[in-house]
């Protein structure tokens, strides 16, 4: 497997710009993760999706930040506007089952987002 | 999720065990104690993870207290590529609303292995 695969590596746009982020989870993993790192505020979980569904998104920063999974395969975090202090590494992690806490998450490389 | 308290960080040096300690006075019988670790430039990965007895795997070994308020992760033999920061993290099985699928991660520390 290749693990999770997030793209792009690396984004840099300007600030006003619409931004896309995107992940693609292990396949049969059916709970997903979005995590924004920034040196000052370490990592913060965004939001998570099981089963598609998004269960709880209360880390979502504000309204321009949105996530979606339209499939079991692939989920998107979108900037719109961005805005200078959106600049971090952002994850995404997948864990197999749903409600077990022995559950491994797996975790993409990540998306450094410069906005300037 | 019950809060963690780690050291910010820990020097070793290579091919010398290394213990890694957390403290979790306020666990909860539920709370299972979790291990990751950020290598530089890259996203989290498991380590190891348990609930009341001592665990071992491939990459360590957890120790567990007692009275759970506290456990060590041990690195038998430190290797260069093991320098990274190490996150302490509690997870309630029992959490309702599906909140038990979260994985909330604090400052972690990082671990410094000289040559």
């Known amino acids: 497997d290749a693990g999770v695969i997030q793209s792009p590596r690396h984004e840099v746009t300007e600030m006003g710009q619409e931004v896309t982020l995107r992940c693609k989870p292990i396949s049969g993993h059916n709970s997903l993760f979005w995590y924004r790192q920034t040196m000052m505020r370490g990592l913060e979980l965004l939001i998570y999706f099981n089963n598609n569904v998004p269960i709880d998104d209360s880390g979502m920063p504000e309204d321009r930040f949105s996530a979606k999974m339209p499939n079991a395969s692939f989920s998107t975090l979108k900037i719109q506007p961005s805005e200078p202090r959106d600049s971090a590494v952002y994850f995404c992690?997948?864990?197999?089952?749903?409600?077990?806490?022995?559950?491994?998450?797996?975790f993409g490389q990540g998306t450094r987002l410069t906005v300037v | 999720d019950a809060k963690t308290t780690q050291p910010n960080s820990m020097e070793s040096n290579e091919e010398e065990p290394v213990h890694l300690p957390c403290n979790h006075s306020t666990i909860s019988g539920t709370d299972y104690i979790h291990w990751y670790r950020q290598l530089p430039s890259q996203g989290p990965e498991y380590v190891i993870h348990?609930?009341?007895s001592n665990v071992n795997n491939r990459m360590a070994s957890l120790a567990i207290a007692e009275d759970r308020k506290s456990s060590t992760l041990i690195l038998h033999r430190a290797t260069l590529r093991d320098a990274a920061v190490y996150y302490c993290?509690?997870?309630?099985?029992?959490?309702?609303?599906?909140?038990?699928?979260?994985?909330?991660f604090g400052k972690g520390t990082l671990l410094t292995v000289n040559p």
């Open positions: 348990g609930l009341t």
């Open positions: 993290i509690l997870r309630d099985w029992a959490a309702s609303g599906g909140s038990n699928y979260k994985l909330t």
């Open positions: 992690a997948s864990t197999r089952s749903p409600g077990t806490v022995n559950t491994e998450a797996f």
